[in-house]
């Protein structure tokens, strides 16, 4: 089993910084990929920032420039600074972690609970 237990989420008023964890815990051998993705009601989950295990990162263009992900091998954790917030970055934020559990073993994706982040104008 895996876990992943996200904090840092809550109120900002806009222009205003977050910053967002994930911490993976359980039968993890690697994990290749770790990712941030948003949701909003009634709405499609997004894909915001991701980062594979050998620091490559990639962005969604809305949040190009203002956001950063980054994370700790070694604590299998990985962050989301948010910086220069907007009342439209408002959703609930879903960490993500493609885990391998053994060094051959195929990769299972795992999901964090969900942490609110509400920009206020």
């Known amino acids: 089993q895996v876990q992943l237990v996200e904090s840092g989420g809550g109120l900002v008023q806009a222009g205003g910084s977050l910053r967002l964890s994930c911490a993976a815990s359980g039968s993890i051998f690697s994990i290749d990929v770790m990712g941030w993705y948003r949701q909003a009601p009634d709405k499609q989950r997004e894909l915001v920032a991701a980062i594979t295990s050998g620091g490559s990162a990639s962005y969604a263009d809305s949040v190009k420039g203002r956001f950063t992900i980054s994370r700790d091998n070694a604590k299998n954790t990985v962050y989301l600074q948010m910086n220069s917030l907007k009342p439209e970055d408002t959703y609930v934020y879903y960490c993500?972690?493609?885990?391998?559990?053994?060094?051959?073993?195929?990769?299972?994706?795992?999901w964090g609970q969900g942490t609110q982040v509400t920009v206020s104008s």
């Open positions: 993500n972690a493609v885990v391998r559990s053994g060094e051959y073993s195929s990769t299972t994706r795992h």
